[in-house]
């Protein structure tokens, strides 16, 4: 079983569209991520929740809305989506919030906006 | 703040080689922790090592090393007899606390291409 599956893995649509990408873990970790990789291969972390809630938002555009709703599951609804928006997106987890615990990764979700 | 820098965008290697991914990291905290990932070219993000700040021994794991060095702040990973496998994205990463405590940094990346 993958630790952290994320769906879908790739997505084309159609710019101003609504979309969503599913995350689940099943590693039983308190804590849950959502990073952005751009078209350079730029790794930036977007939100993370702690035991359901919101602990890190960065600055990004409030379309983006996560939302969590167990620990297992964080799921990212994007509104509106712009030609900017394409990247890919990594859903991760970690043990608990601390620095020293390791972050891992699902498979990344390809999302192409035309 | 912190700060990741691998220098090195592309490396290209024959097969057998001995290669090394640079990774220099900035950050004002005593307590921090290093990481790093593997990309291949099926996308995923793959864990292989991570490091705190207060054991600098280095690590070997098969014909993966590790070099952590305080005094220079660098991190640098070295692959032995590289295989067509290894080629992939490598990406060094630091945690640390204050206002990016439980964020990742990541550098840029490191391009590894092994040929046969």
């Known amino acids: 079983d993958t630790a952290v599956s994320q769906t879908p893995k790739y997505l084309v649509t159609q710019m101003g569209n609504d979309k969503s990408i599913k995350c689940e873990q099943n590693?039983?970790?308190?804590?849950m991520y959502w990073y952005k990789q751009d078209s350079k291969k730029f790794l930036k972390i977007m939100f993370s929740?702690?035991?359901?809630?919101?602990?890190i938002n960065e600055t990004v555009p409030n379309r983006f809305s996560p939302k969590s709703p167990d620990k297992a599951h964080l799921n990212l609804h994007i509104n509106s989506l712009e030609l900017g928006d394409s990247a890919v997106y990594f859903c991760?987890?970690?043990?608990?919030?601390?620095?020293?615990?390791?972050?891992?990764f699902g498979e990344g979700s390809w999302l192409t906006v035309v | 703040a912190q700060k990741v820098t691998q220098a090195q965008t592309e490396i290209s290697v024959v097969e057998k080689e001995d290669v090394t991914l640079d990774c220099v990291y900035e950050?004002?905290?005593?307590?921090?922790?290093l990481f790093w990932y593997k990309q291949p070219p099926s996308g995923e993000l793959v864990f292989l090592i991570r490091?705190?700040?207060?054991?600098?021994q280095n690590e070997i794991s098969g014909r993966y090393s590790w070099n952590f060095q305080k005094s220079t702040s660098s991190f640098n990973f070295t692959i032995t007899a590289s295989q067509v496998v290894d080629s992939a994205v490598y990406f060094c990463?630091?945690?640390?606390?204050?206002?990016?405590?439980?964020?990742?940094?990541f550098g840029q990346g490191t391009i590894l291409t092994v040929h046969p």
């Open positions: 991760a987890s970690s043990q608990v919030f601390s620095p020293g615990n390791t972050i891992y």
């Open positions: 590693l039983g970790h308190d804590t």
């Open positions: 929740y702690n035991n359901k809630e919101l602990i």
């Open positions: 950050t004002r905290d005593t307590t921090y922790y």
């Open positions: 490091r705190n700040s207060f054991d600098e």
């Open positions: 990463a630091l945690n640390a606390g204050g206002t990016s405590y439980g964020k990742l940094t």
